[in-house]
């Protein structure tokens, strides 16, 4: 490997580094700062109750009067100072990542590029090669690992999107199985209240299922007609609502319950095809990232030969 193409590597691999480095900072530097609003917040509340003590007050005056004025009014100090100590302190941290994320950001932006920049140089190399009528099979491995790159950019997106409709589905769920219990109560020994309660779930599902179907539609990774018949069953369960509360009775609240079961039985083979769906999705990354690892090693054997 001659020593331009090892500076350039350097160079990646030092890029990659700080840029990882970078992320675990940020992700440290966004805590520390929530903990400096938090103490902010308690530190007022500690220096008003020092202040109050010091002006005087109706709660001075029963201190006072108790001869413990004096303990207090040192205990709401010694609480106020240990706040602020606290509170000192994390400024002090926060000014001192906030000065290593700046360096870090001037240094990867020094290095910003360094991958293309190593790419670049070794596809000239391997082009020399080629006109001196070697074929280092360079090129044919920089697009076989891009194009594994895509796929896997790809297919992270479309679990990514599953993995919001799956939210949706449960939240769904999560109300149509509050409504089937009150559903549940209503035909045992239920009243007025069971069945609006009912219904009010039933309401608040339909509404959720909305949000569900726009998740459908981003994610075009599954058919909705699980949810369409769903859908009918809330329907028809809130079509029932004036007899279910006003003319209970048992066929009523077994009619309803039933669309209720119906809706989740839907719900749940919905899930269970997302769930399919991801797993395929899975396999498939799998896959790729052991077609991604034997290209790599491919690589980085030819580089070394460059």
């Given at each position: 490997?001659?020593e331009?193409?090892?500076?350039?590597?350097?160079?990646?691999e030092?890029e990659?580094?700080?840029?990882?480095?970078?992320?675990?900072?940020?992700?440290?530097?966004r805590?520390?700062c929530?903990?400096?609003?938090?103490?902010a917040v308690?530190r007022?509340?500690?220096?008003?109750?020092?202040?109050?003590?010091?002006q005087?007050?109706?709660?001075?005056?029963?201190?006072?009067?108790t001869?413990?004025y004096?303990?207090?009014?040192a205990q709401?100090?010694?609480?106020?100072?240990?706040?602020?100590?606290?509170y000192?302190k994390?400024?002090?941290?926060?000014?001192q990542?906030?000065?290593?994320?700046?360096?870090l950001?001037?240094?990867i932006g020094?290095?910003?590029?360094?991958?293309?920049?190593?790419?670049?140089?070794i596809?000239?190399?391997?082009?020399?090669?080629?006109?001196?009528g070697?074929?280092?099979?360079?090129?044919?491995?920089q697009a076989?690992?891009?194009?594994?790159?895509?796929?896997e950019?790809?297919?992270?997106?479309?679990?990514?999107?599953?993995?919001?409709?799956?939210?949706?589905?449960?939240n769904?769920?999560?109300?149509?199985?509050?409504?089937?219990g009150y559903?549940r109560w209503?035909?045992?020994?239920?009243?007025?209240?069971?069945?609006?309660?009912?219904q009010?779930?039933?309401?608040?599902?339909?509404?959720a299922?909305?949000?569900?179907?726009?998740a459908?539609?981003?994610?075009?990774?599954?058919?909705?007609?699980q949810?369409?018949?769903?859908q009918?069953?809330?329907?028809?369960?809130?079509?029932?609502r004036?007899?279910?509360?006003?003319l209970?009775?048992?066929?009523?609240?077994?009619?309803?319950?039933?669309?209720?079961?119906?809706?989740?039985?839907?719900l749940?083979?919905?899930?269970g095809v997302?769930?399919e769906?991801?797993?395929?999705?899975?396999?498939?990354?799998r896959s790729?990232?052991?077609?991604?690892?034997?290209l790599?090693k491919?690589?980085?054997?030819?580089?070394?030969?460059?």
């Amino acid at each position: 490997m001659d020593e331009r193409l090892q500076a350039l590597q350097a160079e990646m691999e030092e890029e990659q580094t700080l840029r990882r480095k970078r992320d675990s900072l940020e992700v440290e530097y966004r805590s520390l700062c929530s903990y400096e609003r938090e103490l902010a917040v308690l530190r007022q509340k500690e220096l008003e109750d020092v202040a109050r003590m010091e002006q005087g007050g109706v709660r001075n005056l029963f201190t006072k009067a108790t001869g413990k004025y004096e303990e207090t009014l040192a205990q709401e100090q010694a609480e106020a100072a240990q706040v602020e100590a606290r509170y000192q302190k994390v400024q002090q941290e926060i000014a001192q990542m906030e000065d290593t994320l700046r360096q870090l950001d001037q240094r990867i932006g020094e290095l910003s590029g360094s991958q293309e920049r190593y790419e670049t140089y070794i596809i000239q190399r391997a082009e020399e090669l080629e006109a001196a009528g070697t074929d280092s099979g360079m090129k044919a491995l920089q697009a076989q690992i891009h194009s594994l790159e895509e796929q896997e950019r790809a297919l992270l997106e479309k679990r990514n999107r599953i993995a919001d409709v799956r939210w949706e589905v449960r939240n769904v769920l999560g109300i149509l199985e509050d409504a089937a219990g009150y559903g549940r109560w209503d035909a045992g020994r239920g009243s007025l209240l069971s069945s609006y309660l009912k219904q009010e779930r039933v309401q608040k599902a339909k509404e959720a299922m909305a949000g569900l179907q726009e998740a459908v539609k981003r994610a075009r990774v599954v058919e909705d007609k699980q949810l369409l018949a769903a859908q009918d069953h809330l329907q028809e369960a809130r079509r029932q609502r004036g007899w279910d509360i006003f003319l209970d009775n048992i066929l009523i609240d077994w009619s309803v319950q039933d669309e209720i079961e119906m809706a989740l039985a839907r719900l749940h083979n919905f899930s269970g095809v997302l769930e399919e769906k991801e797993r395929g999705i899975l396999e498939e990354l799998r896959s790729i990232r052991q077609k991604q690892t034997t290209l790599q090693k491919q690589w980085e054997n030819q580089v070394a030969q460059l």
